[in-house]
Antibody, heavy 119, light 110 residues
Framework: EVQLVESGGGLVQPGRSLRLSCAAS????????LHWVRRVPGKGLEWVSGISWKNVVGYADSVKGRFTISRDNAKKSLFLEMRSLRTDDTGVYYC?????????????WGQGALVTVSS | QSVLTQPPSVSAAPGQKVTISCSGR????????VSWFQHLPGTAPKLLIYDNNTRPSGIPDRFSGSKSGPSVTLDIAGLQTGDEADYYCGAWDANLNVGFFGGGTKVTVL
């Protein structure tokens, strides 16, 4: 059974940093792309970032230059380093496994981690 | 403003069918990988359709996707009360490594 468990969320002040982690199990981690997607209050789902099986990365314009996605295949973990956080980064952050090795179709999702950016 | 445009809401009686459209604002969505997701508050989103019209295993055939030119649609037939949720289209450009979601459509069963 595919399982994705996010951690690292919390309350953080604007301008500070936060690192999200996602622990994966139940599939061959090395073979698939992974995503971070957030649910922004009142705005729906927003794709944040993705990383392919070969570590090709992509970012939404809203986070480019501030967020960094990475993966550790040995630890079957996905990470999102978030810097210079803004109030509009507040939301529930989901980790998702793609159906494919490339960034194409998020298939399985975790339960999400809440990030609140507020002073 | 989302790159992908969906109607904010649709509704129908139990047993009826609803259709949700998803159109690209600045690009031909037909060239992208398009998926559909169901999202109930407090739960993880669920993949309903991928590659425009393919259902993952376990998804009932009441859910179907299609593509026509620059837009794609999700049909939900035989509407049930449990189908009340937000539905999102998403598209990914595997060449540019970027993705987009539509603004979401709230489905209400009357």
């Amino acid at each position: 059974e595919v399982q994705l468990v996010e951690s690292g969320g919390g309350l953080v002040q604007p301008g500070r940093s936060l690192r999200l982690s996602c622990a994966a199990s139940g599939f061959n981690f090395n073979d698939y792309a992974l995503h971070w997607v957030r649910r922004v209050p009142g705005k729906g789902l927003e794709w944040v970032s993705g990383i392919s099986w070969k570590n090709v990365v992509g970012y939404a314009d809203s986070v480019k230059g501030r967020f960094t996605i990475s993966r550790d295949n040995a630890k079957k973990s996905l990470f999102l380093e978030m810097r210079s956080l803004r109030t509009d980064d507040t939301g529930v952050y989901y980790c998702a496994k793609d159906r494919y090795p490339i960034i194409a179709a998020p298939e399985y999702w975790g339960q999400g981690a809440l990030v609140t950016v507020s002073s | 403003q989302s790159v992908l445009t969906q109607p904010p809401s649709v509704s129908a009686a139990p047993g009826q069918k609803v259709t949700i459209s998803c159109s690209g604002r600045n690009s031909n969505i037909g060239n992208l990988y398009v998926s559909w997701f169901q999202h109930l508050p407090g739960t993880a989103p669920k993949l309903l359709i991928y590659d425009n019209n393919t259902r993952p295993s376990g998804i009932p055939d009441r859910f179907s996707g299609s593509k026509s030119g620059p837009s794609v649609t999700l049909d939900i037939a035989g509407l049930q009360t449990g189908d009340e949720a937000d539905y999102y289209c998403g598209a990914w450009d595997a060449n540019l490594n970027v993705g987009f979601f539509g603004g979401g459509t709230k489905v209400t069963v009357l």
